[in-house]
């Protein structure tokens, strides 16, 4: 049953459309949007007698949720190359690192995403996204935690003693969505692992857990390497970021708890695809694809072991250009042999529900948060790089 028209009305008939969980192939369909909302969905087209309503209808190919991005940093362009103007940039203006950000917020919108999880930066852009962020809601981790002295230096503050861990999380609790942690170093792609204990135990990282969780924040880690990998699982994080040098172990671990995996290919890959950029030779060229083939491996047995699998790009990261990078997330899943319902669930209603953001399934009732793409992916992944339009309570 479809409403009557008002001002605040319009109407999709598409040829098929992905809910947020599955594939509805055997349009057409009308979806029709009152005051923001998902009115109805019903099969055929029903656009003449809507436009004796007054109501506007659109005719699309293929309409699902907006796109999530799990984990990004909107301040950093990873659109920028050169290492020198990185690396000063980190002492820019807040008014620079704002427009920045901003650029970012729209790059990640005209690619389709409008939920966006900044994963961190120590100049609170992030926090102050969520107020520019317009038809993109921004999650923000604020500040993460790391040791004095251990990487994170660009997005986290340092912790020592317990007490000054407790007091940290109940200050970032008070503005922050989430809880990120810095839970081990990056990959030294030379050496072709990830040097240094991890920079906290696993009581330390549970005790972590368990007061954010006290105070309504989930934790995501920052961990790459079996050492890290180890204490993430045995500490009951919520999410693992990165997650380099993942095991069988570890993955039958994380299904069991219920852990979920953000694999941000994205950034590992971009160092092989331009090794000229570092200056990378051949045999950590070689030690890059080994990581980046071993990683595709691990998240096709993730997914067999029923791990969640969430979509995040690193964005902001070298070579890691917003926007665009979630989608070749979604390329990356797709040729580990994720189905697409798996790899589009990877990107809309399972990081909603994991991180109990507001839901956007299209369906009746919903908030509407949808868009439009020029052909189904379930014939074509392609036509997820090409994002026609994006609707909202207007359009
Ligand atoms: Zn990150």
Known sequence: MIGTGCMDSYAVVTATFFDGEQYHSDGPYTAVV???????????????????????????????????EAHSHLFLDGGQLDFTIRNEYLNAPGEEMLAVARDNIA?????????????????????????????????SAGMALRRPGRYGGFMAREVTSGDEISRAIREISTSADDLKVILTGIIDFKAGVVKGEPQFDREELRSIVLQARALGLRTFVHCSGVAGLEVAVAAGVDSIEHGFFMTRDI?????????????TFSPVHFQWQRPELAGWDAKTVANLRRILDSHLEHVAIAADLGVPLVAGSDAGSHGVRHGEALIAELDFFSRTGLPMDAVLRSATSLPRKRWGAEAAMLEVGQRADFISLEGSPFKDARYLHNVEAVFGSTH
Request: hydrophobic share 45%; charged share 25%.
């Open 34 to 68: 009152e005051q923001g909302t998902i009115a109805g969905i019903e099969r055929g087209d029903v656009s003449v007698a809507l436009g004796r309503r007054d109501i506007r209808v659109t005719k699309k190919a293929f309409i699902m949720p907006g796109l999530v």
């Open 107 to 139: 790059a990640n919108l005209a690619a389709g995403v409008t939920l966006v999880v900044d994963a961190g930066d120590r100049y609170g852009i992030n926090h102050l996204s969520r107020l520019e962020s317009g038809r993109v809601t921004v999650r």
């Open 251 to 263: 993955l039958k671990s994380m299904a069991d708890r219920g852990i979920s995996w953000v694999p």
